[in-house]
């Protein structure tokens, strides 16, 4: 499976605007998660302070790399097992694609419009489907 060039297209023209306000829209997206989806909280114990700017620059990094996806390959394989790590698994994905969405739409307000959310929902769950693979391949080593 590949991303339509539609989702290219929009996630590279948004990202500017979500780079500018990526650490707007990963605090945001936690809040959300927490509140929505509090049995995750526990997989952020003894956690980064910082996890919402790791979050900000990964988001920013795929936004503005979309068309390119090999560059991110280590940044891919770091979260991979650091999700593995810290047991995330495949069910946790659709409650942090809900969460930014939300995020994303707080933050941007109208900039964020329904073409806008349909190619970041498409692109979020692409990445969601490779880091799934990736970590049921590390679960299996381990």
Known sequence: MSLSPKTIETVKATAPAVAQNAEAITT?????????????????????????KKLATAVSAYAANIDNL?????????????????????????????????????????????EV?????????????ILIAREKELYAQA
Do not use: C
């Not at 945001?28 to 919402?52: C, S, T, W």
């Open 117 to 129: 959310l349909d190619s970041w929902k498409e692109a979020y769950f692409f990445l969601a489907d």
């Open 70 to 114: 090999e560059v991110l390959s280590k940044a891919v394989e770091k979260m991979a097992s650091t999700h593995v790590l810290k047991k995330v698994k495949p069910e946790h994905y659709p409650m942090v694609g809900v969460s930014i969405l939300k995020a994303i739409k707080d933050v941007l307000g109208e900039a964020a419009n329904d």
């Open 28 to 52: 945001r997206m936690y809040e959300i998660l927490f509140a929505d989806f509090p049995e995750v909280k526990p997989l952020f114990e003894n956690g980064d302070p910082q996890q919402h």
